[in-house]
């Protein structure tokens, strides 16, 4: 499903960008888009979804974008720095992050301000591609937590399925023909009303990003047919999963 109307951003690279990404995008995946009536008719939100390969990025932002938002999602700063993606990115006004340096505040402080402005901020919780075997959301990083208690701003989870198809976790190769079905559903927002007035402690961080991957866990499920393990994978419990270099098994599609 397609909305009625679709995001014009200021920007004239932005809507020149947007219009080869959607038409390369539809060459290649056939969408079933559902939930959309959960996305926030005005106003900045965040939208979380969970990562299961490196072009889940584009999936979810076409979903977005197609629904009438221009998201902002939160990048790795490195990306930043190649010359072709870079320039991308700079362009649609991506947010870099520093992963695991003191400077790693000012991608929240640059996502608050986005939202201020009424964007879209869109993150993916776990920071990183799931390492979890069959590719469920594994446990997440407390980024998402700080903007969304922050602004307090809604947190619409979206799931996704089948972009995998297309790249395989940490593949090189593009599988572009036959087009692959691809399956993206946003779950109603995530209630986090409780936790606005407690110290912003770890405990509180912890809750409200569990929270979050509930609802993707929960919204994936019923795009995959099938049950996730009762414990999310912990990626600080498996330190040989670290390296992405890791050979994971096949993940069979349902």
């Given at each position: ?99 695991g340096t003191a400077d790693a ?103 409200a990003t569990t929270r979050v991957l509930d609802a ?39």
């Amino acid at each position: 499903m397609i909305a009625h109307s679709v995001a014009r951003p200021d920007s004239r690279a932005y809507r020149a960008i947007a219009w080869l990404v959607r038409h390369l995008m539809f060459l290649v995946a056939r969408y079933e888009w559902t939930g959309d009536e959960n996305l926030p008719k005005s106003g900045g939100f965040i939208a979380a979804a969970n990562h299961a390969t490196e072009i889940d990025a584009l999936t979810f932002a076409h979903y977005l974008y197609d629904h009438g938002y221009e998201p902002r999602i939160l990048a790795k700063r490195g990306l930043f720095t190649t010359p072709v993606i870079g320039s991308i990115l700079r362009a649609t006004r991506m947010i870099p992050v520093d992963r695991g340096t003191a400077d790693a505040g000012r991608s929240l402080d640059a996502a608050r301000h986005e939202l201020g402005d009424g964007a879209c901020v869109a993150i993916f919780p776990e920071g990183t591609i799931t390492r979890d075997p069959d590719l469920w959301p594994m446990e997440g990083k407390t980024g998402l937590a700080r903007i969304a208690l922050a602004t307090r701003l809604p947190v619409i989870p979206v799931a996704q399925w089948g972009a995998g198809d297309l790249l395989a976790r940490y593949g090189r190769v593009l599988r572009p023909f036959p087009r692959k079905r691809v399956k993206l559903q946003a779950g109603p927002a995530v209630d986090l009303s409780d936790l606005y007035d407690r110290p912003q402690n770890a405990a509180t961080l912890r809750e409200a990003t569990t929270r979050v991957l509930d609802a993707i866990t929960t919204e994936l499920e019923a795009l995959r047919g099938e049950k996730a393990p009762a414990a999310r994978f912990d990626l600080r419990k498996h330190p040989e999963y670290e390296k992405k270099q890791t050979v994971y098994p096949p993940v069979e599609r349902p």
